[in-house]
T-cell receptor, first 117, second 110 residues
Framework: NAGVMQNPRHLVRRRGQEARLRCSPMKGHSHVYWYRQLPEEGLKFMVY????????ESGMPKERFSAEFPKEGPSILRIQQVVRGDSAAYFC???????????????FGPGTRLTVL | GQSLEQPSEVTAVEGAIVQINCTYQ??????LSWYQQHDGGAPTFLSY????GLEETGRFSSFLSRSDSYGYLLLQELQMKDSASYFC???????????FGTGTRLLVSP
């Protein structure tokens, strides 16, 4: 049973380019969360999605960042016109439910390390 | 507002027992999760407390006291591979996003 998959694992972009990060949730999970981690810091929540719906985007920067989780295919986190401050590890997590206790545990993918030159 | 407090670093020797404390302040608290993260790795789920009391999972146990907004992670029979960062992460009601602090770096020496 494959876990949460993310690709690419490493992504290098020049300032002003676009970055697309992909996340495939665990089998049977329909809830996806994106988190960002800067060096020496904890993870910061960005956005929570269900299929075709953004449920909570309270952690997303207002500009340049967008996320989607289409009916078919992986969830995509898109960063337009990247700047050096976007360099970070971006982790995706998935859970089977949107509510609940232990049964709603979020499991994380290996992350995408974005470097902006 | 939200706040989380954990010790920044803890050191211990192999075979020892370590307790990592966590105090939190968050609106709409639902439960407390614990994650382990090795350098360069992904967070790995360790334990979850939705109710007060102790949850035991092998060498790891976690405790929660809702009235004190306090929890801890207990690691027994420490091994070198336990050297990692440990995060307590309150889960909020509503959308259930996890709130992470800066974590506790555990260093296990021989």
């Amino acid at each position: 049973n494959a876990g949460v998959m993310q690709n690419p694992r490493h992504l290098v972009r020049r300032r002003g380019q676009e970055a697309r990060l992909r996340c495939s949730p665990m089998k049977g999970h329909s809830h996806v969360y994106w988190y960002r981690q800067l060096p020496e810091e904890g993870l910061k929540f960005m956005v929570y999605l269900q299929k075709e719906n953004i449920i909570d985007e309270s952690g997303m920067p207002k500009e340049r960042f967008s996320a989607e989780f289409p009916k078919e295919g992986p969830s995509i986190l898109r960063i337009q016109q990247v700047v050096r401050g976007d360099s970070a590890a971006y982790f995706c997590a998935s859970s089977p439910l949107g509510q609940g206790g232990r049964e709603n545990t979020q499991y994380f993918g290996p992350g995408t390390r974005l470097t902006v030159l | 507002g939200q706040s989380l407090e954990q010790p920044s670093e803890v050191t211990a020797v192999e075979g020892a027992i370590v307790q990592i404390n966590c105090t939190y302040q968050t609106s709409g608290f639902y439960g407390l999760s614990w994650y382990q993260q090795h350098d360069g790795g992904a967070p790995t789920f360790l334990s979850y407390n939705g109710l007060d009391g102790l949850e035991e999972t092998g060498r790891f146990s976690s405790f929660l006291s809702r009235s004190d907004s306090y929890g801890y992670l207990l690691l027994q029979e420490l091994q070198m591979k336990d050297s990692a960062s440990y995060f307590c992460a309150p889960r909020n009601t509503g959308f259930q996003k996890l709130v992470f602090g800066t974590g506790t770096r555990l260093l296990v020496s021989p």
